[in-house]
């Protein structure tokens, strides 16, 4: 039913378990440090500056059905390469966000935020 | 050969349809208006158009085009309501209609990262499209520039760029339609419902495959990405600033509604003055009897009493065009998340309570931009106790009657705009109390999570403005001239008949078949303290909330004896009602659940009755207790 995937789609398969692309994602330098690696969207603090590396909902607390919210944030640009920086807070608890992605600005909340695994720079 | 390919398109009668889709507040709905001549509803925010919308328009080489709007999606796999208008259309679900012919994809030139995305998704369906990069004016001040010719060769499918908001800004899009649709009908015979099958439910993989692709393209297309918006940028660190950001809000609020009252004084008296005159010369110039009666205490006491209101009604809409076409709305939702969220509602949920200040109809339809069923529900069900513009002219009138008017804090604030104020904000308070219960009873779960684009700040174009109040001003004077001006026909002969008998002290209207109705609503209308006129009035208006004032207005003038008629509504009011019974009148507007278009529309959105019914029984309610309570309270209190 699916026809195959467009070419460059083949080399990045994902492995399901960890919904992690493997090497570096375009835009990054090609040997991120390791310890940097570990931080989610939803730490982040206002002026931060990171770039995403993979998403994992497993942990966030929603509504939806499992996998929806990858879904959702990859269709709202939250992809492995993206470049994020964290431009506003809101009020109270610094919650919502503005998040700058790539040409964009989204407002999500850090609740979600935290599917969202980048590494800073 | 062209030529005889289009006239037999035109020939056989059916024009062929081409549908607008595209990402969220790219431009579809400028866009359409520019082809069409239509005007339609454009803001800047996502989640304008929540409906299928249809035009037409003649191309260049003489086709009659059907144009068909759709609301904005992110993907086909719709999530919310309105989303799944667009899926159906495209797929060709909707209503058994076949899908388009053509499908003119939207993208927003300076964001081609996230909207070449859905563009490959629609690709994918093996229909005829043309992708229009809007925005282009945007894109060139940016330094934005992408190469059209090297993106349609990596697309596969041609690009045209537009400025929708520029007369001269859509020629090359008309131009490619045509060459499309020869294109079309020399390739594939029209053949209807082709494939609603070429599309499946893109899984994660998919869409990391499409953005994949959209990388390769963009690095062949793009020649320069432009920077960011600088000022938006600027802006937002102020009016998004955790100390200014609700302060600011509210204070736009505020000045709203001060303004409602202050800027449209001026007006509103010269269309008294003027309806004055009017009754005056037609009192003077008619014979008495009863076309005399129809007209002045019909038609103009009636219809009159609501067209004085439309100034104010022109100033809150310029506040809604101007907070809708900057881009503040969107920025209204983020600041308002964490405060919704205490009683359970989406931040986004400002949207549409905001747009029934306005008028609660479109502000229920645009409840369909929220994805969850629950939580789109409470929004539906709160949206009326939004004070909309309609009871506007009801909070004015028994304002002017009964509060005066002077300035307090030091000559800073009017008094009668913030007791308007304090009217609005009961209506705002009540509607998240209500939600507060709501979300807690019925509409139990966990919030949908908030995602949301803020687009760039835009000044909005005074032109589009203006045509936005001409077009509510043309609204509420149709409304005036036709609902309005037959349900007060209707009212002053039921005020009029049967006339009184002979040797009858009151006034005529006491036997006619409306005070008979007024009288035998009154005992149940008491313990709030409303008198039988507004029994009366309570009635016609459940067609259309303002309809009560011009009610007022027929049934007062019917009320007089002969020559007190000069007085002012208002002034009437003032004599005949205790002001425990105005600020009751005030308690039950504030609630009042009766207006038959909100409700049809709650049935349409919610397709079911149960839920009007749900909405009918509590707000009812509601706006009888709330009378109730200050009807008593306020007779306590000032010892009456
Ligand atoms: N500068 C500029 N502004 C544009 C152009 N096209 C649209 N706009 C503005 O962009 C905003 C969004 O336009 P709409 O036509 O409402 O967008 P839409 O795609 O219909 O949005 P939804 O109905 O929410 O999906 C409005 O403020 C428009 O005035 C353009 O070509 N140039
Ligand atoms: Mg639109």
């Given amino acids: 039913m699916i026809p195959p995937l467009p070419g460059p789609a083949h080399a990045a398969t994902p492995s399901p378990a960890t919904r992690r692309a493997p090497g570096p994602a375009p835009g990054t330098s090609s040997d991120p440090p390791v310890g940097n690696d570990c931080c989610r969207l939803g730490v982040l603090r206002k002026g931060q500056r990171a770039v995403v590396t993979g998403l994992d909902d497993s942990a966030v607390a929603t509504p939806l059905p499992p996998g929806e919210l990858e879904r959702r944030m990859i269709e709202m640009g939250l992809i492995e390469g993206a470049r994020v920086e964290i431009l506003h807070e809101g009020f109270p608890g610094a919650d919502p966000l503005a998040v700058r992605i790539n040409d964009h600005t989204l407002a999500l909340r850090r609740a979600e935020a935290h599917a969202v695994l980048v590494t800073l720079g | 050969m062209s030529d005889t390919v289009l006239s037999t398109l035109a020939f056989t009668g059916v024009p ?8 969220p507040n790219c431009g579809k709905t400028a866009l359409f208006n520019a082809l069409t001549g239509a005007r339609q509803k454009v803001a800047n925010y996502p989640g304008v158009t929540v409906e299928r919308k249809i035009g037409e328009f003649l191309s260049p080489a003489g086709t009659r085009v059907q144009l068909v709007d759709l609301p904005g999606t992110y993907s086909l796999r719709a999530r919310s309501p309105d989303e799944e208008v667009t899926r159906d259309v495209v797929l060709g679900r909707f209503q058994h209609e076949a899908p388009p012919d053509v499908m003119v994809c939207v993208a927003d030139a300076t964001n081609l990262r996230l909207h070449l995305r859905l563009v490959l998704e629609l690709k994918k369906l093996g229909r005829p499209i043309i992708l229009a990069l809007n925005m282009m004016d945007v894109a060139e001040a940016r330094g934005c520039r992408v190469d059209a010719a090297a993106l349609s060769a990596a697309l596969g499918v041609p690009v045209v760029p537009t400025v929708a908001i520029k007369r001269t800004g859509v020629v090359g899009l008309l131009d490619q339609i045509d060459r499309s649709m020869i294109a079309m009908t020399a390739t594939l015979p029209p053949s209807p419902g082709t494939s609603s099958c070429g599309w499946s439910e893109p899984s994660a993989l998919d869409l990391r495959a499409y953005h994949q692709e959209v990388e390769t393209i963009l690095a062949a297309a793009l020649r320069d990405a432009g920077r960011p918006s600088l000022a938006t940028r600027r802006i937002d660190a102020a009016l998004l600033h955790p100390a200014i950001g609700l302060p600011f809000l509210f204070l736009v609020l505020f000045l709203m509604f001060q303004a409602v009252f202050a800027w449209a004084a001026v007006p509103m008296d010269m269309i008294d003055k003027g309806l004055g005159w009017i009754q005056a010369v037609a009192g003077a110039v008619l014979p008495d009897g009863l076309l005399k009666s129809l007209l002045t205490d019909g038609i103009i006491a009636g219809v009159g009493s609501v067209v004085i209101f439309l100034p104010q009604i022109l100033v809150l809409f310029f506040f809604i065009l101007m907070l809708e076409s900057t881009g503040y709305m969107a920025r209204a939702a983020f600041l308002l998340d964490r405060l919704m969220g205490g009683v359970g509602l989406h931040g986004r949920a400002f949207i549409p309570l905001l747009s029934s200040f306005a008028c609660a109809v479109p502000g229920i339809m645009a409840a ?17 106790l939004m004070t909309c513009s309609a009871r506007l002219p009801v909070y004015t009138l028994i304002i002017a009657a009964f509060v005066p ?12 705009g913030l007791v308007m104020f304090t009217l609005y904000a009961a209506g705002i308070l009540s509607a998240l109390a209500a939600a507060f219960v709501l979300k807690r009873t019925i509409f139990k779960g966990a919030r949908e999570p908030l995602l949301m684009e803020l687009p760039s700040y835009r000044l909005p174009s005074p032109r589009d403005i203006l045509l936005g109040l001409l077009e509510r001003a043309r609204i509420f004077l149709a409304r005036a001239g036709t ?22 002290t009151g006034p005529a209207i006491d036997y006619s078949f409306a005070g008979m109705l007024g009288h035998a609503l009154a005992p149940l209308l008491a313990p709030i303290g409303f008198t039988w006129q507004i029994a009366i009035a309570l009635v016609p208006g459940m067609a259309a909330r303002e309809v009560a004032v011009a009610a007022l207005g027929t049934v007062y003038a019917l009320s007089e004896t002969g020559d007190a008629l000069s007085g002012s ?6 004599a005949d009602w205790s002001l425990p019974t105005a600020l009751s009148l005030l308690a039950w507007f504030v609630f009042a659940p009766q207006c038959v278009s909100t409700l049809s529309v709650v049935k349409r959105e919610t397709n079911s009755w149960f839920w009007m019914l749900v909405m009918i029984v509590y707000m009812t309610a509601l706006a009888y207790g709330a009378a109730f309570v200050t009807f008593h309270l306020s007779s306590a209190l000032l010892g009456g």
């Fill in chain 2, 483 to 504: 609902v309005i001006f037959s349900i007060m026909i209707l009212l002053w002969f039921l005020g009029s008949f049967p006339a009184a008998p002979d040797g009858a």
């Fill in chain 2, 368 to 384: 369909r931009t929220i994805e969850n069923r629950a939580d789109r529900l409470a929004t539906i069900m709160i949206a009326p």
């Fill in chain 2, 569 to 574: 509504l208002a002034g009437v009011l003032a």
């Fill in chain 2, 16 to 23: 062929p349809r081409i549908a607008l889709v595209g990402n």
């Fill in chain 2, 405 to 416: 008017d002077r300035t307090v804090a030091g000559g800073m604030i009017g008094l009668q």
